[in-house]
């Protein structure tokens, strides 16, 4: 059973978006995930951290359709998503920004953000959405007819998430948006993490950098070795001995 910080943590939030009860994910014969309890609330920036080989990416990939789960269920806004195409769950308000970014590389940057946008068809507000994600993200405004696969990492990362905004999303899962990225800008993203949250989203983030994660978050859970091994505020967690011993290196 995973450790709880101060009770029910999420009962103050919004509606529940997302819930995940006795998720198991398997590959072959290893059990990667092993019965997991979570969910997320309307308005919330909640952070899945732990150790590499802990299963968040397959928690996130098997939330998104990308993996099948061998137990458990997964539902959003009150309905299983059991069975639905990954390609569809952006028409109903979920996105991801997949580990890697994911990015066409021999598309521009606008045809990227266009992309973002396939499920709509309201070519004003489309082209409205894309000054505005040249707000939100300067350089991409800069590099406007560049080709994806020539930015940099960082770059790259800006626009993996600005495409998935292009959707409208209701519920965006962020799978280690830091990863591979200079300090500078790591801290860049979790600006433009944090921005995007006050305006309203509602994030799921996976995340190696526990500190930062838990510094933007509202809640957090612990993963470890396939299992949630502890849930809570964010802010108790950061000050929680096992997780500094682990995980922010003290």
């Known amino acids: 059973m995973a450790a709880v910080l101060h009770g029910d943590v999420a009962s103050s939030a919004g509606e529940r978006l997302l819930a995940v009860q006795g998720l198991k994910v398997s590959y072959g014969g290893i059990k990667a995930v092993k019965g997991i309890d979570l969910e997320i609330r309307s308005g919330e920036l909640v952070t899945l951290i732990g150790a590499n080989g802990a299963g968040k990416t397959t928690t996130l990939k098997a939330i998104t359709g990308l993996l099948q789960p061998a137990e458990g269920t997964i539902d959003y806004l009150g309905k299983s998503l059991a069975g639905k195409p990954t390609h569809k ?17 021999r598309m521009t940057i606008v045809e990227n953000l266009r992309m ?20 939100t993200f300067p350089r991409l405004k ?49 600006e433009v993490v944090r921005d995007i949250r006050a305006q309203g989203m509602t994030i799921l983030l996976v995340e190696q950098n526990a500190r930062l994660a838990l510094q933007s978050a509202d809640r957090g859970y612990v993963m470890e070795s396939g299992l949630i091994t502890m849930t809570g505020h964010a802010a108790d967690m950061l000050d929680d001995p096992k997780v500094r011993a682990a995980y922010l290196g003290e």
């Open 116 to 135: 973002g946008a396939y499920v709509r068809d309201d070519e004003a507000a489309i082209r409205t959405d894309i000054e505005r994600m040249f707000v």
């Open 142 to 190: 800069e590099r406007a007819a560049q080709l994806a696969g020539t930015m940099s990492g960082g770059e790259q990362q800006m626009l993996a998430m600005a495409r998935a905004l292009m959707g409208h999303p209701r519920l965006l899962l962020l799978d280690e948006p830091s990863m591979g990225l200079s300090p500078i800008m790591v801290d860049k993203i979790f």
């Open 89 to 105: 769950l952006l028409a109903d308000g979920l996105a991801m920004v997949p580990e890697g970014r994911g990015v066409f590389a």
